[in-house]
């Protein structure tokens, strides 16, 4: 069992192990709806709700069903089944009772289904043998630091605005530029808490 | 001046449109500004209500870090010196390459990223990797942006960390022992001196093991660190002036300080031992430096006077923290880039609120 204490998960897994700086996942969704700010807030709590309630299942599935049942290695399909059934469910749920929320995002919020920080953190979950509360604040934490990500970059980007961009790097180039500038910054947090 | 000025005139038909040479006018138009001002006069409205422009903006921050340089120099040697062409040098390539490309005129921008830069190395660093800094802090940190005044970071210290995640055993090897005396080190040049010269632990490093420098010390700048921020004397000096002068905007260093201050006397206060004394750590390493140079620059920090204050606060607390927990003994470099970051939300979020009072007032 993993001893971390849940602060330290939790303030680690928003700067010092940040989903998207540290391990560079969910960069597509990163890279096409960083355009505005608004968007950012409302993919990034969309997320972070995701992330929070299907680590918490996928914990208790784990545990009491796979590995019980010897079946660790379908893990992945599981989780994948678990999430995207889920992803369905909040589409729903949203759609029933706040149409304004499920117009404004869109395609994205299916497209939650293949974000694969999502899955990532699942993993990552049972990798470092956290218990259940570890693992729920552990996908919150990782969810804010995505959505913390991602409203970073919309703010540069609206600000890029004034920029003059040379056009061979113009879109998703520049993107990818800034994105390393900002993993280079986030490293100054290495080595501060270790997961 | 006369003189030159036929000269310039004679010269310019050369680089007109059409003529073989014409794609370097930006390079003549550059020397031509340099000399001299614009004569042309202002027929209607707007007028100009101060004289100051970015290439006066920029002569005046350089002037207010004359006394760092002049401090690096006595303390490091010529070799300063020596980074400091290098650093021009290799700035003027990048930043004339595209101006000749884009068909713009050379802006005055790099004079102070190339002049800061040297500044923030330690002094004993090869002078091919300040070139490498150099070029990469203009070319990814500014140039790609559309140059001076539309970079989302700070040039130099882009420049800068990357040499540090770079080449971090040269970096952490590179400090030169301070001259003293009349001459200090005015007449050595370190190129050619016994490796003995060169030793490795700076006062925050020392610090780590329980090893205090004097403060009598910090406040000279005998010891060793980054070429211009070890006097804290000196860069209050160069602080004073350009705060008088407004090229740095006071919030963003009071709240730095006020910030690093205080959550450093909270952090003593809850669990002594952990961090530094305040005063140590207030006067060593490059945070006077980077609170008055750097932070305060004013493309990078947030444009809202009232985003200054959070700006500010979390550039100080995240400099602590860093120096504090992380495996970095430095925290400055990465707390103003992280603050450069932050800086476009804090807008957004001011001018949200404002945009809310508004509408709710009228």
Known sequence: MNSTSLMVIFVGSIFTNNILFASFLVMCSFLVCSNKIDTAI???????????????????????????????????????????????????????????????????????????????????????????????????????????????????REKMGYSNVPKPLKGAAIIMLVTGVLAMSFMGFSGMISM | ????????????????????????????????????????????????????????????????????????????????????????????????????????????????SGFIFPLILPPGIPLWLVAVGMIFGILIGKEVFGGTGRNLFNPALVGRSFLALGYPSIMATSWITPGSGTLGNLLINYQLAAPEAISAATPLVQAKSGIMSPLKDLLIGNILGSAGETSAILVILGGIIILAAGMANWRTVLSIILSFAGFNLLLNLFSPGTANPVLFNMLSGGFLFGAFFMATDPVTSPVTISAKWPYGILIGLLALLIRTFSGFVEGMMFAILLGNIFAPLFDEVVIRIRMKRYAKKY
């Open chain 1, 42 to 156: 409302g993919l990034g709590s969309a997320v972070t709700f995701v992330m929070v309630t299907t680590t918490a299942i996928n914990y208790l599935v784990y545990h009491y069903i796979l590995l019980p049942l010897g079946l660790e290695f379908l893990s992945y399909i599981i989780f994948i089944a678990i999430i995207a059934a889920f992803v369905q469910f909040v589409e729903m749920f949203v759609e029933r009772f706040s149409p304004d929320l499920y117009y404004a995002l869109g395609i994205f919020l299916p497209l939650i289904t293949v974000n694969c920080a999502i899955l990532g953190v699942s993993l990552f979950m049972v990798l470092r043998n956290y218990n259940f509360l570890q693992s729920t604040v552990f996908g919150l934490g990782g969810g804010l630091g995505w959505a913390l990500a991602i409203m970073l970059m919309a703010g540069l």
């Open chain 2, 1 to 112: 001046m006369k003189l030159l000025r036929t000269f310039f005139d004679k010269i310019e038909p050369v680089f007109d449109e059409g003529k073989p040479l014409s794609s370097l006018h930006p390079i003549y138009s550059m020397f031509d500004n340099m000399m001299f001002l614009t004569d042309e006069k202002t027929r209607n409205a707007p007028f100009g209500r101060d004289p100051i422009e970015i290439k006066r903006y920029m002569f005046l921050v350089i002037i207010a870090l004359g006394p760092c340089f002049l401090g690096a120099l006595y303390f490091f040697g010529i070799r300063v010196l020596w980074m400091l062409i290098v650093s021009y040098a290799a700035g003027a390539v990048v930043e004339i390459a595209f101006a000749v490309i884009r068909k713009e005129e050379v802006n005055e921008g790099f004079l102070v």
